[in-house]
């Protein structure tokens, strides 16, 4: 069989259409598929058992509605398994573990129990749905200084290198919970720049971009200029529970934590370094009055729900599209929380409870 000149010419412009047609309803299809934003949501793991403060009485005998459908005891293989599942099918990207560092009283570092659902994470087989970082609860006696750097250096450069590690600005992130505490510990923010420069460059030696490193900050000047002094990249935080509240009120409704919440991120604008902005889904911690009799008589929410985490994070979203400028250019929001049980704020649905949190996530994050 021959074909003429023009015949091959038309076959070839035939050609050219049908890849630029498959090209674009496959990048059409990614477009569709991909969250609009980042979501990640802050785990703690006090639930191993190990840990007997976490799960008081209280806790599980007057607040059975918090209670996972796993159980209590959710530091398991299969229950990790189950949770990324969860997580992922609601939209959420990454989890933020709380990373904890511990040492006996010879100086020798041992394996936090606090920090067992990471390590089930990495061992996971369906850990590719959800990327993870680490938060460095670096309080309550898990300070981290000039004599521990080099050993938790070193463990963090392992995590970084994992696959599923993620990345803003190319580099892996790193999140620290107190600023200040490292400021106390290393004795000045010029130290704790050093600190900083030193993981750096010891991250680019392991064939890394580097780190991008961000500290929970209050929303004023103060703050901002710790984190800038120390070398701080961005802002974010943990919770910001006591915003909405307001004197003498004890059951404040869930909404005023909102509102709040946007007003604190507002402030974040005017910050030297970029900001990722954290929603704190509730706060009533109760059950921890054993930790801290004060929580008994406390303030806390009311009205929390699959609706409220739905307004929660479509507010978020809406944020971080308004403001590109002022926050990473990955699109990240972080959730307080996955699993703060004893304080009030979880997404995990539970046994006894007829509405699921994780529902207000993955509608707040359709397109």
């Known amino acids: 069989m021959t074909y003429s000149t023009p015949g091959l010419v038309r076959a070839f412009f035939i050609l050219i259409v049908a890849v630029f047609s498959l090209v ?12 609009p934003i980042q979501v990640g949501a802050y785990y703690f793991d006090g639930w191993t058992g190990q840990t007997p403060m ?5 806790l599980i005998d007057s607040f059975p509605e918090r209670e996972p459908v796993w159980g209590w005891l959710t530091s398991s293989p299969k229950v990790l398994h189950n949770q990324i599942d969860a997580a992922a099918d609601a939209g959420l990207s990454f989890f933020s573990f709380c990373w904890y560092y511990s040492t006996n009283k010879q100086g020798a570092v041992v394996d936090d129990p606090k920090n067992h659902a990471l390590s089930l994470y990495l061992k996971a087989a369906n850990k590719d749905r959800l990327k993870f970082c680490l938060l460095v609860a670096n309080h309550q006696g898990h300070y981290v200084g000039p004599a521990d750097w080099a050993k938790v250096s070193k463990a963090w450069l392992q995590l970084f290198k994992k696959p599923t590690h993620l990345q803003v600005n190319g580099r892996p992130l790193l999140i620290f919970f107190s600023a200040s505490t ?4 290393f004795g000045s923010t010029q130290a704790v720049r050093q600190a900083f420069d030193s993981l750096r460059m010891a991250a680019v030696k392991a064939g890394l971009a580097g780190v991008t490193i961000a500290a929970c900050a209050s929303p004023n000047s103060d703050s901002f200029r710790l984190a800038q002094d120390c070398g701080f990249d961005l802002l974010t935080g943990y919770n910001y529970h006591s915003a909405g509240f307001k004197p003498s009120i004890i059951e404040t409704p869930i909404d005023s934590m909102a509102v709040a919440s946007r007003r604190i991120w507002d402030q974040f604008k005017v910050a030297p370094v970029p900001y990722i902005p954290t929603v704190t ?19 806390r929410y009311v009205g929390f729900s699959s609706n409220s985490v739905y307004k929660d994070v479509q507010m978020a979203r809406q944020w971080i599209e308004t403001n590109p400028g002022k926050t990473p250019k990955e699109k990240i929001a972080l959730l307080y929380a996955w699993n703060e049980y004893g304080e009030g704020a979880w997404l995990t649905p539970t046994r006894n409870g007829k509405d699921n949190p994780l529902t207000g996530v993955k509608k707040a994050l359709k397109r």
């Open 24 to 35: 674009s309803a496959v990048t059409q299809a990614q477009k569709r598929s991909a969250p």
């Open 182 to 185: 490292l400021v106390s510990q």
């Open 54 to 58: 976490h799960m008081p009485r209280a």
């Open 281 to 299: 889904l509730n706060w009533d911690p109760r059950p921890w009055a054993n930790l801290n009799k004060a929580h008994r008589n406390a303030p």
